[in-house]
């Protein structure tokens, strides 16, 4: 449990090391996963305006203005199929009530591409990603990675994910079907990686210079950079996927890219010295929720106006989110507690503390919706009920855990980041 964990001698990058397998076996490079253009049609349904006054703070007070409404009307049930994440996930496919964006999201409705892939925990901790067996809790690998890896993400097509080294600047595929690792490559500064709802294109958040640099989602390879005012953290899109909003920690803002054009067409200075993390975009497609660490919850812009709209207070250090399988609420994390801030009301339902009062790292909501994992800097990772606050399943992991991602859960495809699906 210290920090000698994760020595390892990298051949000819720092992370060419190979990935050791349960029963002492090690993969070698594998070949580069075919990758898939986006399916024919989409399950959006419709939305329905819910209407009345915001029960949020205004950002300017005593006006009372209110935002389009976050709700949308069901879709008929789908087809079974099956899930994956925690025991008792395989149910039958349910399609969220909440809204038409993450209508494809629901219960179960894993993709045709991900029906096959077993259901993992990648546990980054800088030199090492702990691979973790999402059923039983058990270590099934570890990517020995010799550098700092704080992220790892799930491609477009959901074959394989990315694990993304910011101090050293690259990017390594490992397939999650046996683990095999293929080759490192360079991305200078990459702090997050995103790809477009068509899957034509992956987006590097890069810092040093401040760009979002556009590349191949199969190969990486750089195809133009956008240059951007501020250092873009985490992101989300746009309804119809023309744009992609990040979040600016460092100078407390927001900053919205047209895809089609590769530039930055608005800003956001985000209000009472803000500390902007994660975002994401209401059911409804109106509204984007951005988590503010220092101000203790999350702040409502309008997604078709890029405005500010207001405030739901939910605690102090408030810095991950994660949506619900049925769509209708927001989970904050951070400052010691996991928050429920419910789209049709923009109120919090419910306020649960966390073990040890800590700000861990959201990791994706699992297929059946009952649990939340997290991941704690001290050495936790453990699954919340999403309907009790209480923690049902927890493993202790050496070193310091910086980032968590679960896969594969439900959705069409992945947009990257921490648990973003359509």
Known sequence: MGPHEGRSRAAAFPLAAALALTGGVLAGCESPVPFYRPGEGSPDGPVVGLGGPAPYSSVRPGTGRSGPGDGARAEPPGDGLPGGGVPGSRGAAVPPEGGRVYAATGPGMIAPSARGIPARLYVAKGRVVDVIDADTLRLVGRLRTGAAVSRVVPSWDLRRVWAADRANGVLVPVGPHGGGQGRPVRAPGAAGLYFTPDGRDALVLARGPRRVDVRDPRTMLLKASVPMPCAPGHADFTLDGSALVTTCTSTGGIA??????????????????????????SPSGAVFYVADAVNGGVWLVDAHRFALLGFVPTAPGARGLAISRDARRLFVVGGGVLAAVDFATRRVTSRWPLPGGGSPAPGGVSSDGTVLWLADPTGLVYAVSTRTGRVLRKAVVTGRPAGLCVHPQPGRYSLGGTGLYR
């Open 256 to 281: 919205r890219v047209d895809l089609a054009g590769r530039g930055v067409t608005g800003t956001i200075r985000l209000p009472d010295g803000a500390r902007p993390g994660d975002l994401r975009l």
